[in-house]
T-cell receptor, first 115, second 111 residues
Framework: GAGVSQSPSNKVTEKGKDVELRCDPI?????LYWYRQSLGQGLEFLIY????????KSGLPSDRFSAERTGGSVSTLTIQRTQQEDSAVYLC?????????????FGPGTRLTVL | QKEVEQNSGPLSVPEGAIASLNCTYS??????FFWYRQYSGKSPELIMF????GDKEDGRFTAQLNKASQYVSLLIRDSQPSDSATYLC???????????FGQGTELSVKP
């Protein structure tokens, strides 16, 4: 079946602009996760959805970052007033359930460059 | 602060040898553990998942888990140049299931 998809694959924006990143999880997966991977920073958790609710937003780095999920499926990560330090690869993953015994599968990522 | 530690490498092995990748974690209550392979410029690809003490084998890959020592490892038998990648160890958080990643170990398999 289809894997996790993300769009756009690349996004170049100017400092101060808003950007929206989209994630479409594997069909039937109830849990959806956003991560960020920066050079020298490794992979860091941003936010997690179970259905349409976000029980854990602890990884969002500032209030410029927000995310939503609708219909228990597609999720959008929005970054307002982008800064150069927001440049990274944003990865989405999904899992059938959120308990520890389910694998997470990653999408191809969106590479964000803030000029 | 829950932590996952890996040697950053690079780890270099000759083709056909066994590559051994190690990972330790700080949260004694952790229950599930993952190994991802990440090629340069690509996203992480799940290769092994383990949650019971002992060994789990899948083809050329064996994951080993020792919860008492808070240690998980990945063995790659008959290493091939195509195995050259960064290997990420991840521990799944029991509350909601986010993954906590190590920094990754870069593996280079020389022909």
């Amino acid at each position: 079946g289809a894997g996790v998809s993300q769009s756009p694959s690349n996004k170049v924006t100017e400092k101060g602009k808003d950007v929206e990143l989209r994630c479409d999880p594997i069909s039937g997966h109830t849990a959806l996760y956003w991560y960020r991977q920066s050079l020298g920073q490794g992979l860091e958790f941003l936010i997690y959805f179970q259905g349409n609710s976000a029980p854990d937003k602890s990884g969002l780095p500032s209030d410029r970052f927000s995310a939503e999920r609708t219909g228990g499926s597609v999720s959008t990560l929005t970054i307002q007033r982008t800064q150069q330090e927001d440049s990274a690869v944003y990865l989405c993953a999904s899992s059938r359930l959120s308990n520890p015994y389910n694998e997470q599968f990653f999408g191809p990522g969106t590479r964000l460059t803030v000029l | 602060q829950k932590e996952v530690e890996q040697n950053s490498g690079p780890l270099s092995v000759p083709e056909g040898a066994i590559a051994s990748l190690n990972c330790t974690y700080s949260d004694r209550g952790s229950q599930s553990f993952f190994w991802y392979r990440q090629y340069s410029g690509k996203s992480p690809e799940l290769i092994m998942f383990i949650y019971s003490n002992g060994d789990k084998e899948d083809g050329r890959f064996t994951a080993q888990l020792n919860k008492a020592s808070q240690y998980v490892s990945l063995l790659i038998r008959d290493s091939q140049p195509s195995d050259s990648a960064t290997y990420l160890c991840a521990v799944r958080d029991n509350q909601g299931g986010k993954l906590i990643f190590g920094q990754g170990t870069e593996l280079s398999v020389k022909p």
